[in-house]
């Protein structure tokens, strides 16, 4: 039974590059949700989806921040241009419905230099 | 605005020793709390679950007891093992069918063998 997939698990890039991270959530899970970690902030809520439409996306930093959902199997997160602030550890995680635990990725660690 | 915290950043413990993790949550329409274990490089994972309408649930070698009286939280593990050295969080659902869990800041849970 696959749990959530995030890819890359790492990224490294400079300043100014566009980032890519993917998720593919647990089959049958309604909800999608990605959160950014830090030391500073801890875990922050950026968006969530529910039957791959955007819910709330009040948590997304700026809009050099974008998230999609283009089928109930797969979504993005996209930074462009990218920052050095913007290292941390994004986390994909769904649910199979609201209101219930929620099934969480291995992260990718993302360092903009 | 609320938020959930926790007492202790980290909590240190001999292998075989009872730990107990707290957490005080502020908005006293919370109806739903879960604690999620967070190993180095990895995402957040469902350790147990309680609601409101209950003070004490048991897992295995886990126990969470909420006291809404005073808005606790706690998180016990016994005969705590090296394999459980992790981070800790608490989350809460803040009532009225709230789909979105506020987590909060964690508590590292340091075992010596």
């Known amino acids: 039974d696959a749990g959530v997939i995030q890819s890359p698990r790492h990224e490294v890039t400079e300043m100014g590059q566009e980032v890519t991270l993917r998720c593919k959530p647990i089959?049958?899970?309604?909800?999608l949700f990605w959160y950014r970690q830090t030391m500073m902030r801890g875990l922050e809520l950026l968006i969530y989806?529910?039957?791959?439409?955007?819910?709330?996306d009040s948590g997304m930093p700026e809009d050099r921040f974008s998230a999609k959902m283009p089928n109930a199997s797969f979504s993005t997160l996209k930074i462009q241009p990218s920052e050095p602030r913007d290292s941390a550890v994004y986390f994909c995680a769904s649910s199979w419905r609201g209101g219930q635990p929620q099934h969480f990725g291995d992260g990718t660690r993302l360092s903009i230099l | 605005g609320e938020s959930v915290g926790l007492h202790l950043p980290t909590l240190s413990v001999q292998e075989g020793d009872n730990s107990i993790i707290n957490c005080a949550y502020s908005?006293?329409?919370?109806?739903?709390f879960i604690w999620y274990k967070q190993e180095s490089g990895k995402g957040p994972q469902f350790i147990i679950d309680?609601?409101?309408?209950?003070d004490k649930r048991q897992g295995q070698r886990v126990t969470v007891l909420l006291n809404k009286t005073v808005k606790h939280l706690s998180l016990q593990i016994a005969a705590t093992q090296p394999g459980d050295s992790a981070v800790y969080f608490c989350a809460e659902f803040g009532g009225g069918g709230s789909y979105i869990p506020t987590f909060g800041r964690g508590t590292s849970l340091i075992v010596h063998p």
């Open positions: 908005n006293s329409a919370s109806d739903y």
């Open positions: 309680i609601r409101s309408n209950m």
């Open positions: 089959s049958g899970h309604d909800y």
């Open positions: 989806f529910n039957n791959n439409v955007p819910i709330d």
